[in-house]
C-alpha cells in the first residue's frame, strides 16, 4: 500500500521560512519523480516544484515561487523536502506531495499517481 505523508506545516508570519516533509511507504521512492502542489480556499490546485527521480538532478519551480522555495530528495529516507523562505501570505495553502513513476517531473497534477492528504501552511502578514 501506497502512502505519501507529508509534515512541517503550521503558522508563520511572512518572511518566515518553513520546512514540509513529505515521507513515502510502499514504493520504490527513488523510481518516482516527486511534486508539491498547494490549494488555496476557493481556488485551483496549483503546482510548486517538482524534481526528478533518482538522483534529484532536474527541478521545476512555479514562477511564483523560484528563488524562494527549494525541493530536494533524500532517497535513504524515502522522503522528499520543500524549503520555503521568504514566505508571504498568498503561499497560505494546503500543500500536498505526489509520486509519479517516470523519470522527469511533471508540472501536471493529473500525471502524478499518489497523493499525501496535504499539510496546512499559514503565513500571516
Known amino acids: 500500500q501506497v502512502q505519501l505523508v507529508e509534515s512541517g506545516g503550521g503558522l508563520v508570519q511572512a518572511g518566515g521560512s518553513l520546512r514540509l516533509s513529505c515521507a513515502a511507504s510502499?514504493?520504490?521512492?527513488?523510481?518516482?519523480?516527486m511534486g508539491w502542489f498547494r490549494q488555496a480556499p476557493g481556488k485551483e490546485r496549483e503546482f510548486v516544484a517538482a524534481i526528478s527521480s533518482r538522483s534529484g538532478s532536474t527541478t521545476y519551480y512555479a514562477d511564483t515561487v523560484k528563488g524562494r522555495f527549494t525541493i530536494s530528495r533524500d532517497n535513504a529516507k524515502k522522503t522528499v523536502y520543500l524549503q520555503m523562505n521568504s514566505l508571504k501570505p498568498e503561499d497560505t495553502a494546503v500543500y500536498y506531495c505526489?509520486?509519479?513513476?517516470?523519470?522527469?517531473?511533471?508540472?501536471?497534477?493529473?500525471?502524478?499517481?499518489?497523493w499525501g492528504q496535504g499539510t496546512q501552511v499559514t503565513v500571516s502578514s
Open positions: 505526489a509520486a509519479d513513476f517516470r523519470v522527469v517531473p511533471n508540472t501536471d497534477d493529473y500525471e502524478y499517481d499518489y
Open positions: 510502499g514504493v520504490t521512492f527513488s523510481g518516482y519523480a
